[in-house]
């Protein structure tokens, strides 16, 4: 079964440093995703994307927070200058054409630690 | 607002056992729910859906859920539970426009005994 891929596993990176989360969704989905979710916390939405734009944004998702799709494969999160409370697992997610019924598929995460 | 309640933090429960987890939501109009499943290091791992229909759907794992609109409900249920079970579940909420984000409960982590 098709899966969503997310690298690193685990990045450690010193505050103030930028930082690229890598993800290669499921390869005929149309909509991408980033969650995030702090130790101990729910899940949070950070961004949705669909059609080479941002269609929707949670307030967690500020200037700091890019994302990009390079190339017909890969799915980035870009934090410019990371915080301490940037620190959680992040989660990328893809699901297919059509409603938004369609479920997400999630990647196993990365463990992002700020020191 | 948009929400999910998980009332349950933590469940225990005995091997053989049966498992009822809780989810209320609130939502402006019809939603589209989901359970997912979370192992240790792992991802978010899709158990069942509901959207419209049959208000019992019907999972992978032997698990399933009711959706009950009176009580803005979505329980999750399995009449016998394996050790392997153990995890942490997540019900979610998707919206139905934009982008069709997902507004997680806090999760319930259910253990089982031996």
């Known amino acids: 079964e098709p899966e969503v891929t997310q690298t690193p596993s685990h990045q450690v990176t010193q505050m103030g440093q930028e930082v690229i989360l890598r993800c290669v969704p499921i390869?005929?989905?149309?909509?991408f995703y980033w969650y995030r979710q702090i130790l101990g916390q729910k899940v949070e939405f950070l961004v949705s994307?669909?059609?080479?734009?941002?269609?929707?944004k949670s307030e967690i998702f500020d200037d700091q927070f890019s994302v990009e799709r390079p190339d017909g494969s890969n799915f980035t999160l870009k934090i410019r200058s990371t915080k301490l409370e940037d620190s959680a697992m992040y989660f990328c997610?893809?699901?297919?054409?059509?409603?938004?019924?369609?479920?997400?598929?999630f990647g196993d995460g990365t463990r992002l630690s700020i020191l | 607002a948009q929400s999910v309640t998980q009332p349950d933090i933590h469940i225990t429960v005995s091997e053989g056992a049966s498992l009822e987890l809780r989810c209320n939501y609130s939502?402006?109009?019809?939603?589209?729910l989901f359970w997912y499943v979370q192992s240790p290091g792992q991802g978010l791992q899709l158990l069942l859906k509901?959207?419209?229909?049959?208000?019992l759907v019907q999972g992978i794992k032997g698990f399933e859920a009711e959706f009950k609109r009176s009580q803005s409900s979505f329980n999750l249920r399995k009449p016998s539970v394996h050790w392997s079970d153990a995890a942490e579940y997540f019900c979610?909420?998707?919206?139905?426009?934009?982008?069709?984000?997902?507004?997680f409960g806090q999760g319930t982590e259910l253990s089982v005994k031996p």
């Open positions: 997610a893809s699901r297919g054409q059509g409603d938004s019924n369609q479920p997400q598929h």
């Open positions: 390869s005929n989905h149309l909509y």
């Open positions: 994307f669909y059609n080479n734009e941002i269609s929707e």
């Open positions: 939502y402006g109009a019809t939603p589209y």
């Open positions: 509901y959207f419209s229909g049959d208000t």
């Open positions: 979610a909420v998707g919206h139905t426009w934009q982008g069709g984000k997902l507004i």
